[in-house]
């Protein structure tokens, strides 16, 4: 019998640490710094709002492109929070997630063998969504001294006559590191002057801890090249809703609507009439919620510092990044070891790219109670692997 | 920074010195200062423990009681509401629009204690019209605490 499989679906690498993940699982009793997704439940008026759009019936498909109602809100949201000017009727796509814009703007926009610029460590799919869509991947390693934060220099190293666009993942999920307005302009420069396009994702664009997030396409000259991809699932704490969206010039939406209509239909109208009313009247849970992390995000710091781990401070995401190269173990032994020591589970930096390797993520999606908890045996740990016991 | 700080501690009193600066962007000698001065000044009155008292178990119960008063020449409602409020037991004495005027808010030990002060204390005291008394039966949420939360989280414990 011949293989029912592609060629190409069988080269795409499941991710590395599936048997790490299982023994986590099957723990009882461990203590998970492991997630990404908010700890917090959506808040109740989107979640009312949820339930009354059932009762009401409302069932049926959305327009292909969502809500008339919730793109206007979202144009209105973006122009107030990060001064990005986008029409909601040529510009503006509801997709199902931030992940399914991810796939669709790489299956709009690429041919066989346009190269596709990914800095990493970042999150997984950039990396098979474009090989899927044909794309070359060409990974930049970003770097602890930069705190994981791209260069002028790394990307125009990068930069070949075949590249045709650059991922920008900030604020970062592994890392939690961000791009401040300084640090964009050189990026933005180089991109204008190499033609090239940017897909920004900005899903944690509402979790930034230092000044408002500042996006790429707010810049003289980049609205036409970029777009922003983002949604409800981080700083709304929606993500089993599966509700994103994506903003950029209405030559590259309208093709990404093509792709959207004859594989997905609709984002679900449900999560949409809920999202609607998030927008509406959540923005001021939406800044509770940031304020418990950040809150989170200092103690981590003030913790790592107090037990000699070496960490960048990141500002953005729900994330920390530790380096623990002291201890001349790989992330996924660490992690491991971690695991089986102390029942506290993290995920190998290499997760997110083979430059993670040396470091772990750590979030903070969790409570102040858990996290003192999980501190407390991480230090155990470290204590004994610094006095050269067995563990 | 006053209001700031009040929101803080109005959530969790307990917050200690040193995390109420951090957050505040301050240090912790202004912390101290600020919170002293505003215990003088009567704008911090206390500080009190949020209890689940059915967890506990016990028969105490806490009544709600509707109080209509004829004011007083001069004094208006201040000197009813002092001695409504000077029995240990009353908990909160709120004066409200509405169709009475004090809402009384007390803990007793037992359903019949509580009876007993409306009937023989309340409702007899002059000036005091009429009561109507309600007994809580379930606590959901107090001062903005939900008092019994379910913790089971669906949550995946690892995810990408």
């Known amino acids: ?391 | 920074m006053r209001e700031k700080l009040l929101k803080l501690i109005e959530k969790n009193s307990r917050v200690d010195v040193a995390a109420l600066a951090e957050k505040l962007g301050t240090d912790e000698t202004t912390i101290v200062n600020e919170m002293a001065d505003m215990e003088r000044e009567g704008i911090i009155c206390g500080y009190h423990t949020m209890i689940n008292w059915d967890k506990v178990g016990g028969d105490s119960v806490t009544a709600l009681i509707e109080v209509r008063v004829t004011p007083q020449k001069e004094r208006g409602f201040d000197r009813l509401a002092k001695q409504i409020y000077s029995f240990p037991d009353i908990n909160s004495v709120y004066l409200i629009s509405g169709g009475y005027d004090f809402l009384v808010i007390m803990e007793g030990k037992t359903l019949r204690e509580a009876a007993h002060f409306v009937n023989e204390q309340l409702a007899v005291m002059d000036g005091v019209i009429s009561t109507a008394t309600h007994f809580i039966l379930k606590k959901y949420k107090d001062h903005g605490t939900i008092m019994d939360v379910g913790t089971r989280s669906e949550r995946k414990p690892v995810s990408l």
Request: charged share 25%.
């Open chain 1, 1 to 391: 019998m011949r293989s029912p499989l592609s060629k190409k679906i069988t080269a795409i690498q499941p991710s590395g640490i599936r048997k790490f993940f299982d023994i986590v699982t099957e723990m009882k009793d461990a203590i998970s710094l492991g997630v990404g997704e908010p700890d917090f439940d959506t808040p109740w008026r989107i979640r009312q709002e949820g339930i009354d759009s059932l009762e009401k019936g409302r069932t049926f498909y959305t327009s292909n492109a969502g809500l008339k109602e919730l793109r206007e809100e979202i144009c209105k949201y973006l122009e107030n929070r990060y001064d990005l000017h986008y029409d909601y009727n040529t510009e503006t796509l509801i997709t199902v997630g931030g992940s399914e814009a991810i796939d669709i703007a790489f299956r709009a926009m690429l041919d066989p063998g346009d190269e596709v610029i990914i800095p990493m460590p970042s999150y997984v799919s950039y990396l098979p969504c474009c090989e899927l869509a044909d794309g070359k991947p060409v990974v930049i390693n970003l770097k602890n001294e930069n705190e994981f934060k791209l260069t002028a220099g790394e990307l125009e190293e990068a930069i070949t006559d075949k590249t045709k666009i650059l991922i920008l993942p900030f604020p970062n999920n592994p890392t939690g590191a961000i791009m401040t307005r300084e640090e964009l302009e050189p990026i933005a420069r180089l991109v204008i002057e190499h033609d090239l396009y940017v897909i920004s994702d900005e899903i944690y664009s509402e979790l930034s801890y230092k000044g408002d997030h500042v996006s790429i396409a707010s810049f003289p000259g980049m609205k036409e090249r970029t777009l922003v991809i983002n949604g409800f699932s981080k700083g709304f704490a929606m993500t089993g809703w599966r509700l994103g969206y994506v903003c950029g010039p209405a030559a590259i939406i309208g093709e990404m609507f093509k792709v959207h209509q004859y594989a997905i239909m609709c984002a679900p109208t449900n999560s949409q009439y809920a999202a609607l009313v998030g927008l509406k009247t959540c923005m001021n849970e939406v800044e509770e919620m940031r304020e418990a992390y950040d809150e989170r995000r200092r103690f981590l710091m003030k913790e790592f510092k107090r037990i000699g781990l070496p960490c960048f401070e990141p500002f953005g995401a729900f994330y920390v990044f530790p380096c623990i190269k002291e201890f001349g173990m790989s992330s996924e032994e660490f992690a491991t070891e971690l695991l089986k020591d102390q029942k506290v589970a993290v995920v190998p930096g290499t997760a997110f790219g083979d430059c993670g390797e040396g470091f772990l993520r750590i979030s903070y999606a969790y409570s102040l109670a858990d996290l003192k908890e999980a501190i407390g045996r991480l230090e155990v740990f470290i204590k004994k692997l610094r006095a050269g016991d067995h563990v």
